[in-house]
């Protein structure tokens, strides 16, 4: 093995991240190049979708798993879920290098870990390559409704991002969405549903980008939205800004230009570094912590493994994103911390508690998950 491929640092990472398994999986046969990694399974089985992505170099590949896998524990431990953290990467060009062989290969892999990593769609892989992975094992969601699954998550998350952000109203005016000037950026899957849901709650404007001509287009015919380019998005003279497009967009060079009061938006990993999120506290900035207002589309896809799948009761569950993000408020008001190392303590309590108990009450889900899909 060459020098530098995998080394004594990567341990090292683990160690400090606490992963409890990582599966390299290469079939040349069918050019399949993944890795899966499973950060946790303290509170269940480690679910996270799967991103396809030409990534430079493995140690790109391998560092964007085991943080992704990370934050989806986080996520679903602050969502009071009953899963644990998980994800996986296929080094590969979406537009190019996709094929029956290759899904149904990963699928094996998947299947390799019996229910201990459950995947879902994520960058770069839809619906249908869901359904391809499927053929070789049960532990996928998100497949369609056609077949039993839960479908697009997106309207989900962006209810849950609209509890987030009527939380965060609450808490900073005393007062509803009613009103309130709203930049989102990223008119996408879940940007375009939060605008439609803003229009309803009676906000008094909207305002959005997007690269899609289409997405534009939509978004200003059909709810109104004032579209701005793209760089200025950052500068718009509002009450919240949502960031519902890219990650890391919370940095140092945008976090000074924001004329906003709240940061509420869909995005993953919103803040460059855990230091932004004090920074944006200094500027008298709420922000709403990603993992916790982005989790519906995570309380979506749960309602598919635990039952029969209810719509209804996913929306239910979701509304209580609400009552979640008021508390991390509060905890970071009570302890004087930001609001995003607030969000990581509910998340780490009860990984820490669960832990505590050496319980593990989830073999159930699993047989039951097992026993609906074949
Ligand atoms: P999407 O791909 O449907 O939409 C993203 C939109 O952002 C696209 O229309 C794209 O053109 C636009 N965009 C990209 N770069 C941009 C830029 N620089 N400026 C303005 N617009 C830009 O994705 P989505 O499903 O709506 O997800 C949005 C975000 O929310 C992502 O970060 C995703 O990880 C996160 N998220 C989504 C879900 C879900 O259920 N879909 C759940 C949790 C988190």
């Known amino acids: 093995m060459r020098k530098g491929l995998i080394n004594m640092s990567l341990f090292h ?74 994800k996986a990467v296929i080094i590969g060009d979406p537009k190019k290098d996709k094929s029956e062989a290759l899904f149904r290969s990963f699928g094996q892999y998947v299947q390799s870990l019996g229910g201990l990593y459950i995947t879902a769609e ?37 209810l849950g991002v609209l509890q987030g952000m009527k939380a965060a109203a609450m808490r900073k005016w005393s007062s509803s969405l009613k009103g309130k000037t709203i930049a989102i950026q990223g008119l996408g899957s879940v940007g375009m549903w939060l605008a439609k849901y803003l229009v309803d709650e009676g906000a008094a404007a909207i305002y959005g ?14 709810h109104g939205v004032k579209i701005v380019d793209p760089d200025d998005i950052y500068d718009v003279d509002c009450d919240v800004f949502a960031p ?40 008298g900035i709420l922000y709403a912590p990603d993992f916790v207002i982005n989790s519906g589309g995570l309380i979506n896809v749960y309602n598919e493994l635990t039952g029969e799948y209810n719509r209804e009761r996913a929306l239910l569950m979701t509304r209580t994103i609400y009552i979640k993000m008021m ?21 780490e309590e009860r990984l820490r508690e669960i832990r505590a108990l050496g319980t593990r009450q989830w073999g159930s889900m699993i047989e039951r998950h097992q026993h609906h899909n074949h």
């Not at 950060?39 to 991103?51: D, E, N, Y």
Request: hydrophobic share 40%.
């Open 13 to 86: 990472e683990l160690e400090e991240m606490g992963h409890e398994r990582v599966l390299i999986c290469s079939n040349p046969e069918v050019g399949l190049k993944a890795i899966i990694a499973v950060h946790s399974t303290t509170l269940g089985p480690g679910l996270g979708g799967v991103r396809m992505w030409p990534y430079n170099s493995f140690d790109e590949a391998m560092r964007d798993v085991l943080r992704l896998s990370k934050g989806m524990t986080y996520k679903a431990a602050a969502a009071g879920l009953n899963l644990g953290g998980g």
């Open 122 to 158: 994520d960058v770069g892989i839809d619906v249908e390559d869901c359904e391809t992975v499927r053929i070789e094992t049960p532990w996928v969601t998100g497949v369609s409704e056609a077949l039993g699954g839960s479908g697009d998550p997106s309207p989900v998350t962006a």
């Open 209 to 222: 980008c997007d690269l899609d001509e289409e997405a534009i287009e939509e978004a200003s015919s059909e």
């Open 244 to 283: 519902c497009a890219l990650g890391a967009i919370l940095n140092d060079d945008t976090i000074p230009r924001l004329q906003c009061e709240v940061v509420a938006g869909a995005s993953n990993n919103q803040l460059d570094e855990d230091r932004h999120g004090e920074e944006l506290a200094e500027r």
């Open 327 to 347: 508390r991390v408020f509060e905890l970071a008001d009570h302890h004087d911390i930001s609001t995003a190392d607030a969000a990581d303590k509910v998340a």
